[in-house]
């Protein structure tokens, strides 16, 4: 380019803001206004009874100004990190999302049969069978490097199995992210998968559109959503401002979208505080209660756990060594031995002094 038409461009975007498609839409028709401006004063001539010089490079000197100025006191731009949002119409009103029915499925079963991970040498699942029922909480918990995040990973079809296979409504799905979806399973993510630089309303759109007939509907069912885990006030804001609990509320509202029958949580309290976490409990309990959906959660923290499961996997080194209610899975040997290394240890994360383990 030359020189001009470079410098120019550059302006716009800075004036204006990179950040966002607005910002940079804003910084044009600002500079262009700016230079028009500026050039007529840069021939010289009578101005208010002024007789003024020709001021060559008066243009640049401008904008190179204005450059100084926003890159001074606003940093992102004029605009900022304000989008523009197509979505948004006067009038926009949450629907809740139990007004809408889950869609049908063959049966209420998500089962795992026979199944195995290997990598290379490391066995990660090995020989894994489970059954899980819609209307029910199961939580899966064990060591670290135990097998729970590749066990999850082949229930939702990201992850090929080895061997055995993963039925969901009574068929026996091939591992395809988006097939698993469809049929009726959403999950959400160990480390937080949101698009940063779309509103907190296209984020869950993005799913809802799925199920939804059209556009309309799908932004109604996903401020309800957002309503449910109380982000609608953040539906215009750009995903990456949200606060990284927020951001774990908005993968679930997003999962909640596709209006699913087995809903599979990876460490969703992870990084959360304790009222945080108290409220994402509540959410998920009214969640089951209403929609009556079947949710799977691998979980750390011991007291979300006690407190929200029915139902509790044992996972060590690949393989069940417990499945059962709270009671029995505290009881047990083999947990206590694998897991939690002594009845005092297991004692002290039923305290609340002790949320983690």
Not at 73 to 83: D, I, Q, S, V
Request: charged share 20%; with cysteine; proline share 4%.
């Amino acid at each position: 380019f030359y020189f001009d038409l470079g410098f120019t461009m550059l302006a716009m975007l800075i004036v204006g803001g990179m950040s966002s498609s607005l910002g940079a839409f804003a910084g044009v028709i600002v500079t262009i206004v700016l230079i028009e401006v500026v050039r007529r004063f840069e021939g010289g001539g009578e101005v208010l009874g002024l007789h003024l010089p020709v001021l060559f490079g008066l243009t640049q000197g401008v904008l190179a100004i204005a450059m100084i100025l926003v890159i001074w006191r606003r940093p992102t731009g004029l605009f900022g990190e304000r989008e523009l949002n197509l979505l948004r119409r006067p009038g926009r009103q949450a629907v809740t999302a139990s007004a809408a029915p889950p869609r049908h499925v063959e049966s209420d079963r998500l089962s795992a049969d026979h199944l195995s991970r290997r990598y290379a040498g490391v066995v990660a699942v090995d020989d894994v069978s489970l059954n899980f029922q819609t209307d029910s909480i199961t939580g899966i918990i064990g060591p670290n490097g135990a097998g729970k995040t590749t066990l999850l990973n082949m229930l939702a079809g990201d992850v090929k199995p080895s061997a055995g296979t993963v039925s969901v409504g009574g068929a026996v799905r091939q591992a395809s992210a988006f097939r698993f979806a469809r049929s009726g399973v959403a999950r959400t993510f160990q480390n937080i998968r949101v698009f940063p630089h779309m509103t907190v309303l296209e984020n869950v759109v993005v799913a809802a559109r799925q199920v939804e007939p059209d556009l309309v509907h799908a932004e109604a069912a996903a401020m309800g959503e957002l309503a449910r885990m109380g982000l609608e006030r953040f539906a215009d804001q750009p995903a990456a401002r949200l606060a990284y609990g927020q951001r774990r509320r908005l993968e679930v509202a997003r999962a909640l979208a596709l209006k699913p029958r087995f809903l599979l949580l990876d460490e969703p309290a992870a990084g959360m505080n304790a009222v945080e976490t108290a409220e994402l409990v509540s959410i998920l309990s009214t969640v089951r209660t209403e929609r009556r959906i079947g949710v799977v959660l691998i979980e750390h923290d011991m007291r979300l756990v006690m407190n929200l499961c029915e139902r509790i996997v044992v996972i060590d080194h690949g393989r069940v060594i417990a499945d059962g209610t709270p009671g029995d899975v505290q009881k047990n040997p083999a947990v206590i031995a694998a897991y939690l290394g002594s009845r005092t240890a297991l004692a002290k994360t039923a305290t609340p002094e002790n949320q983690t383990a």
